[in-house]
């Protein structure tokens, strides 16, 4: 079955590394993990997309393991408007038909000041 | 602004009703993505459409149904509609055939009454 998890909430301080992690047991080799960040009453926003190891952006970093079971979204110095709702999604692949692309249930960010 | 459109933003209809949602992908991008995302179920991925072509399917009602256009533009059709439909609902487009690097409207909210 083809699922991804990730914690509900965090809070952090202004100014603070946050990590969220999200676990997609199901993975296949050549599917694609990306992170997604959602404000109240908009679409989600593209951040970072990575295969293995890490990727870095202008925004923040993706760590992913060997078994790519997992992954973490680093977000380096967050500030009061990085508080959001940041999913995980992943598109596993099918035998026979196109993609599953399947959100986690995504994690509150709380950036308190 | 993502470059993707939806209209309407609001709707409001009665159970048993019939609407459609349109979505007009960026510019360029020949995949689109179609997303319901409610409070108990999180973002769902209904189904997806390539250069006219459904793709993909994901967990879309039989009472659900899609298409894309030759100008790419692309219509999510609801019937039967239930007080459980009521939800935001996305489209999303990207270049590739299958990405989770895709590009989000700001939604259609439908409530049904």
């Known amino acids: ?113 | 602004d993502s470059g993707v459109t939806q209209t309407p933003k609001h709707l409001i209809t009665a159970t048993g009703q019939r609407v459609t949602l349109r979505c007009s992908p960026r510019s360029g991008d020949l995949s689109v993505y179609w997303y319901q995302q409610s409070l108990d179920q999180g973002l769902q991925f209904l189904i997806q459409y390539y250069n006219g072509e459904e793709r993909a399917k994901g967990n879309i009602l039989e009472r659900f149904s899609a298409q894309q256009f030759p100008d790419l533009h692309s219509e999510l059709n609801l019937s039967s509609l239930e007080l459980g439909d009521s939800a935001l609902y996305f489209c999303a487009s990207s270049v590739e055939t299958e990405s989770t690097e895709a590009f989000f409207g700001q939604g259609t909210r439908l409530t049904v009454v």
């Open chain 1, 1 to 113: 079955l083809a699922k991804t998890t990730q914690p509900i909430s965090m809070d952090s301080y202004e100014g603070q590394e946050v990590n969220i992690t999200c676990s997609h047991n199901n993975i296949a080799t050549n599917d694609y993990i990306t992170w997604y960040q959602q404000f109240p009453s908009q679409g989600p926003r593209f951040i970072i997309q990575g295969y293995k190891t890490k990727v870095t952006n202008e925004v923040a970093s993706l760590f992913i393991p060997a078994d790519r079971k997992s992954s973490t979204l680093s977000l380096p110095r967050v500030s009061l408007s990085d508080t959001a709702v940041y999913y995980c999604l992943v598109g596993f692949s099918r035998d026979n038909y196109g993609q599953n692309f399947v959100f986690g249930p995504g994690t509150r960010l709380s950036v308190l000041p």
